[in-house]
């Protein structure tokens, strides 16, 4: 079931190398729908794509069969494959979910994380917080960048968990998150408080303070929808 693993569990990657052309156009697929290069509702017509993906039809097929099970896509009977809308109440359950999921993660790792654990918090800390001081007067150049340091910061956060369901589920909802985020970023630029609410939630899990780094935390992920509201960019 290799292409399960690539999609429904593998929606993370890490900066592998795919290992095939399904896994390449898969990815690239993933990351032009979270970046919005093909907008929500757009159909996504297998003939069109196939040559600005460069892989063909089965290939393609195949690709847009796992972003189903990512949630990125929805397939339509008869009628192929469109982007999955995006909506203020999907955002709203996404972030209540996210919540659930990764907070239980979250604690799980402080209860149980070990040195190596922490020294990989220590180290993801310190490369966002870099990203984060070019990202104030940058935003434009150093996004993806931050982007990139901001999944591995809270990938670290909650890899000491024990429970493999939490984490794979959470990598899903991680990648919704992005999408959503990216849409508040366009519509705005960063809030300047996001790298003192990392400081605050890092702190408090050096401490192993498990009620104050989880609420430190649930605070934080509520943050893109506070700004998609405020602005009112969905509906």
Known sequence: ?????????????GGAEPRSQIEAAY????EDIIGGRHAPGERLRVEHLKDQYHVGAGTLREALALLVSDSLV????QRGF????????????????RTIMECAAFRDSMQVGDDEWEA????????????????????ANVFDEWEERNRAFHDALTSASPSMWIKRFRVILYQQARR?????AVSATVPPNVHE?????????????????ERLLAQHIQLALNVIKQRGVLK
């Open 27 to 30: 990815r690239q697929l993933r």
């Open 1 to 13: 079931m290799e292409s399960q693993n690539i999609g429904l569990w593998g929606a993370l990657d």
């Open 120 to 139: 990989r918090v220590v180290s993801a800390y310190h490369k966002l917080s870099r990203a984060e001081e070019r990202l104030a007067t940058d935003a």
């Open 180 to 184: 959503y985020r990216r849409l508040s």
């Open 82 to 97: 469109r982007v999955a809308p995006m909506s203020l109440a999907d955002i709203e359950d996404l972030t209540r979910t």
């Open 74 to 77: 929805v397939s339509q009977s």
């Open 197 to 213: 609410e990392h400081r605050q939630i890092f702190e408090a899990a050096m401490k192993r303070d498990v009620d104050s780094a």
